[in-house]
């Protein structure tokens, strides 16, 4: 069964700082992974994605992730934190091949981004 | 960008009363989705629909619900007894291919079970 684990269910930092969200997964076959932004009453949109092309994906808003498959992480940064980044984080998993298509996601992070 | 529409945005009902969320998936898409937020806590999966059946479902998504795609563009997820833990965020999904192409979330029904 694939799974993501989310380490941090609250991160805050300095604007202008860097972002790190933390993300690993669990998958007994190779995983699409995702990156998803959910603001205040709105619904989940797309980060950037994971698939099995370059291991440094980059996303919209200046975030990337790289993909290491040795610490099955795939974590997400940005160089420069921006008071709009304020927001939840949804790190997600799909099988490539088996188990339907269904996207599992881990339990968010929220990220509090400081004047 | 084209986008999924749910209605209505909020819907309250009292225990033991059907409900019917409703979406309209991006028209060019093949594979229609239901998540579930409570207040606070994971976005969970409940049903995905292709090909005008179910594809597969969670635990979650016992006999009390159902989906259906009526007429080519809508796309509903039915509550047919509401219990107080249904109290949740609902989000519509779609996609149009395989599985490494993005979700298209709309903006959610908050559903409160009195």
């Known amino acids: 069964a694939q799974s993501v684990t989310q380490l941090g269910s609250h991160v805050s930092v300095s604007e202008g700082a860097l972002v790190l969200l933390r993300c690993n997964y669990s998958s007994s076959v190779p995983p699409y992974l995702f990156w998803y932004v959910q603001y205040p009453n709105q619904g989940l949109q797309l980060l950037l994605k994971y698939t099995s092309a370059a291991t440094l994906v980059k996303g919209i808003n200046g975030f990337e992730a790289e993909f290491k498959k040795s610490e099955t992480s795939f974590h997400l940064t940005k160089p420069s934190a921006h008071m709009s980044d304020a927001a939840e984080y949804f790190c997600?998993?799909?099988?490539?091949?088996?188990?339907?298509?269904?996207?599992?996601f881990g339990a968010g992070t929220r990220l509090f981004v400081k004047a | 960008e084209p986008e999924v529409t749910q209605t209505p945005s909020h819907q309250v009902t009292q225990m033991g009363q059907e409900v019917i969320l409703r979406c309209v998936p991006i028209?060019?898409?093949?594979?229609f989705y239901w998540y579930r937020q409570i207040l606070g806590q994971k976005v969970e999966f409940l049903v995905s629909f292709y090909n005008n059946e179910i594809s597969e479902k969670s635990e979650i998504f016992d006999d009390q619900f159902s989906v259906e795609r009526p007429d080519g563009s809508n796309f509903t997820l039915k509550i047919r007894s509401t219990k107080l833990e249904d109290s949740a965020m609902y989000f519509c999904?779609?996609?149009?291919?395989?599985?490494?192409?993005?979700?298209?979330f709309g903006s959610g029904t908050q559903l409160s079970v009195l």
């Open positions: 028209s060019n898409h093949l594979y």
């Open positions: 999904a779609s996609t149009n291919r395989g599985r490494n192409e993005k979700l298209f």
């Open positions: 997600a998993v799909r099988s490539q091949n088996t188990g339907g298509f269904k996207t599992i």
